[in-house]
């Protein structure tokens, strides 16, 4: 299934990704890297790629992810702990925190945060339009 499908299905949103992220037992949490060498902790791309019935779906998820909601940009910093908004205790916790900010609309998805970043830059260089 090609991952603008997945934008398109009733039955995978963001409050699937946040109810899998909630069901992941802690201590399967990792940071600064994907996945452990033994393949037992993932840090959220981990998790959102375990998410897939397949390889194929998972690369799909992890697609719509990125395009839809946030990229590994953001996450990375909140997954391990230097984001100063998310001081949580552990990685579980902060992006959990992150995901539900995210689907409030506290936090930015991810055309949103690009346009932001796009205005951003145009100010720094005193230009209102390139």
């Not at 603008?4 to 802690?26: G, K, N």
């Not at 375990?50 to 998820?61: L, Q, R």
Request: with cysteine; net charge negative.
């Amino acid at each position: 299934m090609a991952y603008r499908e997945l934008a398109e299905r009733d039955t995978f949103s963001l409050d699937d990704v946040i109810s899998y992220m909630e069901a992941t037992p802690d201590e399967s949490w990792n940071v600064d890297t994907v996945r452990s060498s033994d393949g037992a902790r993932n840090c959220f791309f981990g998790h959102l790629f375990n998410m897939g019935k397949d390889e194929d779906e998972s690369n799909d998820i992890w697609r719509w992810f990125e395009s839809y909601w946030s990229t590994t940009y953001v996450i990375y910093r909140i997954n391990d702990g230097s984001h100063e908004r998310y001081p949580e205790e552990t990685a579980k916790q902060r992006v959990i925190a992150y995901l539900k900010n995210l689907r409030s609309g506290v936090e930015l998805d991810t055309m949103a945060s690009m346009e932001e970043d796009y205005q951003n830059s145009l100010r720094i260089h005193g230009r209102s339009d390139i």
